[in-house]
Every structure is written in C-alpha cells, then in structure tokens.
C-alpha cells in the first residue's frame, strides 16, 4: 500500500513537472511572437536596422570571442599573447544589457546631454595625450562671419611665407613627373588662426577669407614636391559658394564633394585626397615640442558612415605610425566619427585614399603649422614611395604571368 502512494505522489509531481515545462515553453513563444510582431508594426524609423545590427557586432571581435571559448576551454587561454585580462562577466553582460561602457562615461551622457552626440567618436589608435575628452572638434561660426559680413583685422602678418626650417633631401630619381598624384582641398575653407585676428579670442570667431587653413595647404604643397610628389592644391572657395547658393554651413561637405569630384574628372592621375582642416581645441591640445621647436599636432578624422571607411582607416593609420617613429608625439592619433556625429562621411568615399587631417589648433602660429606640414610630408613621401614599390612589383608579377 505505501508503495502504492509513493509510486502515485510521483507520478503526480513528475506530471506537474511536464506541465511546467510545457506551460514555460508556451510562454516562451507566445512571447517570441509577441516581440515578433510588435516590432513589424513598428514604424520604420523605429525598427532595428542592419546597421545598429552591425554597430552591436563590432563590440564582439576576435579577441573577445576567443577568450569566451577559453570559458569553457582553459587551454585556450595558455596560449602566450598580449591582450587584455578577460572582462569580468558581469562588466560584459552590464555593458551588453544597457549598452554603457564604464570606461567611456560618453555613452551615458550621450543620451542625457542635448546635442552631446555631435562630440561622440571612437579614437582607433591613441596618440599620446589623446583621450575622450580632448578629441576634435568641429565648430560652426556665427551666421555674420559666414556671410562675411563682419571680418576681423589681420595682425603678426611680418615673415607669414617663410618656409619651415628644414629642407629635405631631394630623393634621386624618384619623382611623379608632371603627374600631381596628392589633391588637397579645403571643405572648411576659412578656418583661421587667432595669433593673426585682430581681438578674437572665441574659438568660434576664427574665420578669415584670407588667412586660413589654405596657406598650411602651400607649404604641404611645396614639401611634397620637394620630394618628387606631384600636387595640386585646390582654395576653391566653399564657403563662398555655400553663401551663393544659399546653404548653411552643415552642407560644407556636400558643396566640397562637387568640387572633388570635378578634379577627380579632369585628373585621373590623382590617388590620395587630403582634406585640411584645423581644430577648434586650445593650445595646450593641439601644440607639441620637439628637439626644442614647436608643432602643431595632427589629427586624422575618418567619416566612420561611410560603409568602406576601413581603407581610409588604414591610410591614416599607417601615417601615424610613420609619424610616431620619426616625430613622436606630433599624432594625436586616428579618430572614426560614426554616423550621428555630423557628416560622418567627408567624402571619403570617393577614394580609399582619402582623410581629413586638423592641422593644429586655433591658438597654433603658421611657423608651428609649416613645420607639420613638413613633417606630414617626410613621412608621406616614404609612405608613397614604399607604396609604388610594391605596386611596382605587382604589376611585374601580373606581366610574367
């Protein structure tokens, strides 16, 4: 008799069991379906695309996967390398649930500061000094200084064309010949320097139709030329023709790309495309020494929106590199804008050899600015050269073959 009872006591918990588990897994799709069908009805501009699919899966690389297999397989984690120690997991699922990095407050204030977005980019390789709260920053001037209604008095104008110092060595037998192979333009054509405005002080007042960005542009010119590189600078004036045409100055890039594109037409010669800006930071960000002389650093900007940005990426990193080992210090570093910041595309895609550099600071002197764009040139001619060597080579393999 007790044998009895005991048999049918589990008959009836291992019969609740089941129910359970049934009752569980109907849940489970009931709410599958739910999710499912709320999101369908969801308006376009609200439903998950492909692209936020994508922006989630860059947070899971190589490394990561990797050290997730070596959860389950320690031996995994024997092998010698040097990454970083395994995340915690509750740091990873916290960062995965809520989408806030710990170590990057920017993803909580983000979301919670008006317009601070527009400052939001991811720094892919750090030059020193370089964090999250000193990146570039792209500032608009006021509507008066855009029409060129009001523009201020230029001073310290004594010795502005004096070249930078140093003259590089003219490299036997290597030149482009009459091919201009670099194109450099300006989308922001009128960024200018305080030291040469007569009382400006405010960042966003830095602007002059004559005194600009575009002379930094001269001295790149003739110090790649210098070293046998073809190149042709552009000084169409943008802004003028937004103000012709009646844009604002969001559409900065939009009216430069017509101008790019043109030149891309009528020269079919040229490969690489730099786009000079300068930075709206302060002096303490954008100004180095090195051997005793003042620099004005280099910023590489790459419009992450543009679907092939990695090409762009590894131009301007490999140009950092240069830059780290000949002029340490000079590079902030390589920083990708993604889509919601801006433009987020500068045109990039037009070529995979094209970047935008902020050459200096608003607080920087052309004396600072000429010795950059000196150095950008010394490392870029050893970049480009190395470059037609291994084309060179290729080119020989396909023949043979």
Request: no cysteine; charged share 20%.
């Amino acid at each position: 008799m007790k044998n009895t009872r005991t048999s049918g006591t589990f008959m009836i918990v291992q019969g609740t069991s089941i129910l359970k588990i049934f009752a569980a897994l109907s849940l489970f799709l009931i709410l599958v379906f739910s999710i499912s069908g709320l999101l369908t009805s969801l308006k376009p501009q609200f439903r998950p695309m492909s692209s936020s699919v994508n922006q989630a899966a860059t947070n899971v690389n190589g490394e990561l996967l990797y050290q997730l297999m070596g959860w389950e397989n320690h031996h995994f984690l024997k092998a010698e390398n040097n990454w970083n120690p395994t995340p915690k997991l509750s740091s990873l699922v916290f960062k995965l649930a809520s989408n806030i990095n710990l170590n990057d407050p920017r993803s909580l204030l983000g979301r919670e500061l008006p317009g601070f977005f527009q400052f939001d980019g991811k720094i892919v390789v750090a030059g020193e000094g370089t964090n999250y709260t000193n990146m570039p920053i792209e500032s608009a001037p006021p509507i008066e200084i855009m029409k060129a209604e009001r523009e201020a008095s230029l001073v310290n104008l004594e010795g502005l064309d004096k070249p930078a110092e140093e003259k590089p060595p003219i490299a036997s037998g290597q030149t482009t010949g009459k091919h201009k192979v670099v194109y450099l333009y300006f989308t922001h054509n009128r960024e200018s320097y305080i030291p040469y405005l007569k009382d400006v002080n405010d960042p966003d007042n830095a602007y002059h139709s004559q005194i600009n960005v575009t002379k930094v542009g001269d001295q790149l010119k003739t110090s790649l030329e210098d070293r046998g590189i073809g190149t042709f600078v552009d000084k169409t004036d943008v802004q003028a023709n937004l103000n012709k045409k009646g844009l604002n100055y969001a559409k900065s890039y939009q009216e430069s790309r017509l101008v790019v594109q043109a030149a891309m037409t009528s020269n079919r010669d040229l490969q690489y495309f730099i786009d000079i800006h300068r930075d709206s930071s302060r002096r303490e960000t954008t100004t180095v020494s090195l051997n005793g002389k003042s620099y004005a650093k280099l910023a590489f900007v790459i419009g992450g929106k543009n679907p092939n940005y990695e090409k762009n990426q590894q131009l301007a990193t490999e140009l950092h590199n240069l830059l780290q080992k000949k002029y340490k210090g000079l590079s902030r570093g390589v920083i990708v804008k993604p889509a919601g910041t801006g433009n987020a595309i500068y045109n990039q895609n037009l070529s995979k050899n094209a970047i935008l550099i902020e050459f200096g600071g608003v607080d920087n002197t052309f004396e600072e600015l000429n010795r950059s764009a000196e150095a950008l040139a010394d490392v870029f001619s050893e970049y480009y050269w190395q470059a037609e060597k291994v084309n060179q080579n290729v080119d020989q393999s396909t023949d043979k073959q």
